[in-house]
């Protein structure tokens, strides 16, 4: 099969897999035990008239695959519903907030892949057990705590947003970084070449990297998963206006057509995230 | 390896211990309310002093640890249960089944569950009791986080479907339904009891995050992730108590960790 072929197949697959996401999401919304109960039913300021509106307006959403079909009808054309916390279009929240959260994300996956990098190349380099131990050490206590505790103690201690999303991602990365380079360091060829006097960082460069390239990239794909996840608590505790916050918001406002829109884009982000890494590490003959 | 091992499993089952026999005693009610010691520090008559509303805090944090000490392994329980159906079983029948299987868990594993978990969590009546919040919080865990240890599971009993031992039980005319229930599945439960310590951990953290957004076990009943909530407010002014509640999250996550990475190593 060509790559061009491979590449339309993929991005079908990330156009059914995002569609399919949103169907869950709106799936799970629908079932939920408290679908169709709207606090402003029993707002006392409303006459009959109005919550009797309110009923049936929930009781026209009861049928998930119309409602999902419609919504889905909507959102191509542009029309990502109304917040009704907010009250503003859904479509100029995401456009807002959304710029907000791609600068936190981008700049905690940088310095957390930054710093992961440079871990493993130190610790090759030095070919000291100390220095694993101590990474190991430190990566495996920060795993133990929660994306929303990191966000917290840097709240308290007056630090970036980015550095608690990079202090989520990191972790992962290193451990598995360092455990794709410690595999790959016992492959024969490797220990022919340092045993034929090839320095460390040549080996690095030359050997090692490109065998485990595939994998980096399909890591770089999860991570954006990753990173956007650990965006809610993050953007919540440290009252960073991006979507993860917007999320929260929302939940806490029971604002459903927000909550459909902004999974079906954290999916899409996921989706394409992994769609790309997956694409890169697949290029076609002669690119590389 | 195996005195890493040994620790960890200690430090889960001391804090096993503790948590279940400390909450059942009768100084440690979590509702309990002492209005004449709000906010108090570490006394005789409460070890690490009282919450904003005078709870003490030990019997709080002791309930709360038994509280995801309870319900995470059920959680963990369903979410291999999942994974076995939707991994391990098309795994092995291989065909159409595993193709569909796979694109399911590779749906699975493409949603940020943590929205879903939003979702549902947003629309829970408004009169649900705590308990009950508790507990759809952690089913809606294991029901979102099959996803990895299916795939693991999927790979697993491919591999186990192809091996000598099944090919000649086969050849001798065993069922299908018996390959998988007497000799499949006796070898996946090395890679199952990884899976749910590694899926222990994971729980207990989604936990205390969405506690920590307010979004998890509903109050009075503490957790672990409520319990760190507070500390956005008096961190900065007596970190040392409200630190045990960060301090058995981690404990409960090495602990798991360890076993898992034990139980990894031998498969």
């Not at chain 1, 408290?34 to 006392?44: A, K, T, V, Y």
């Not at chain 1, 598995?176 to 022919?192: E, F, K, N």
């Not at chain 2, 795994?91 to 595993?98: A, I, L, P, Q, R």
Request: some cysteine; proline content about 4%.
């Amino acid at each position: 099969m060509s790559w061009w072929n491979k590449l339309a197949i993929r991005i079908l697959l990330a156009a059914l897999t995002i569609a399919a996401g949103g169907f869950l999401s709106t799936t799970l919304a629908r079932y939920a035990p408290g679908f169709g109960s709207d606090e402003r039913q029993l707002d006392s300021r409303f006459n009959q008239e109005s919550r009797e509106a309110f009923r049936l307006e929930s009781v026209a959403e009861r049928d998930v695959t119309t409602y999902y079909v419609k919504a889905l009808r909507r959102m191509v054309h542009g029309d990502f519903g109304w917040s009704r916390t907010l009250r503003r279009p859904v479509r100029e929240l995401l456009a807002e907030r959304g710029a907000v959260t791609l600068h936190l994300v981008s700049a905690g996956l940088i310095l957390a892949w930054t710093a992961a990098i440079l871990l493993v190349v130190a610790t090759w380099l030095a070919g000291s057990g100390v220095i694993d131990i101590v990474c190991a050490t430190g990566s495996g206590l920060l795993l133990c705590l929660p994306a929303g505790g990191l966000a917290l103690l840097l709240v308290v201690l007056d630090g970036p947003a980015y550095l608690a999303l990079a202090l989520v991602v990191l972790p992962k990365t290193y451990q598995y970084l360092s455990g794709l380079v410690q595999s790959t360091a016992q492959m024969p060829h490797i220990t022919t070449a340092r045993s034929k006097g090839a320095s460390a960082s040549r080996t690095l460069a030359w050997h090692v990297v490109p065998l485990i390239r595939r994998e980096i990239l399909a890591l770089a794909g999860a991570t954006v998963g990753m990173a956007v996840g650990a965006a809610i608590p993050v953007e919540a505790l440290s009252g960073t206006p991006g979507i993860g916050q917007l999320a929260w918001q929302s939940t806490l406002g029971r604002d459903v057509p927000v909550l459909t829109s902004v999974s079906m884009l954290v999916i899409a982000c996921t989706v394409l995230g992994n769609t790309g890494a997956d694409l890169l590490a697949d290029e076609p003959r002669g690119t590389s | 390896m195996k005195t890493l091992r040994r620790i960890a499993l200690a430090v889960v089952s001391t804090i096993a211990i503790l948590s279940i026999v400390g909450s059942a005693l009768p100084g440690f009610d979590y509702t309990q309310q002492d209005r004449l010691h709000i906010s108090a520090g570490p006394s005789t008559d409460h070890w690490l002093g009282t919450d904003a509303v005078g709870r003490d805090r030990l019997g709080r944090i002791l309930h709360g640890t038994r509280l995801s000490l309870t319900l995470a392994p059920a959680a963990a329980g369903l979410s291999l249960l999942l994974a076995f159906l939707f991994g391990a079983a098309p795994g092995f029948v291989g065909g159409y089944s595993e193709r569909a299987a796979k694109t399911v868990i590779d749906l699975m594993l493409s949603i940020p569950w943590l929205f879903l978990l939003l979702m549902v969590r947003c629309l829970l009546p408004l009169n649900t009791s705590p308990i009950v919040s508790a507990m759809i919080t952690f089913l809606m865990l294991g029901l979102l986080g099959w996803g990895v240890p299916a795939r693991i599971l999927m790979a697993r009993s491919r591999a186990l479907r192809e091996s000598e031992f099944v090919l000649q039980a086969r050849a001798m005319g065993v069922s299908r339904r018996r390959l998988l229930s007497v000799h499949v599945a006796p070898n996946l439960c090395p890679v199952l009891m990884a899976q749910f310590w590694i899926a222990l951990p994971v729980f207990i953290l989604a936990e205390a995050n969405l506690s920590l957004l307010g979004l998890g076990v509903a109050e009075p009943l503490p957790s672990l992730g409520s319990l760190l909530r507070e500390m956005e407010g008096v961190l900065s002014i007596r970190g040392d108590l409200c630190c045990f509640a960060a301090l058995a999250v981690s404990l409960l996550v090495v602990g798991s960790l360890q076993v898992a990475f034990h139980h990894n190593e031998v498969n």
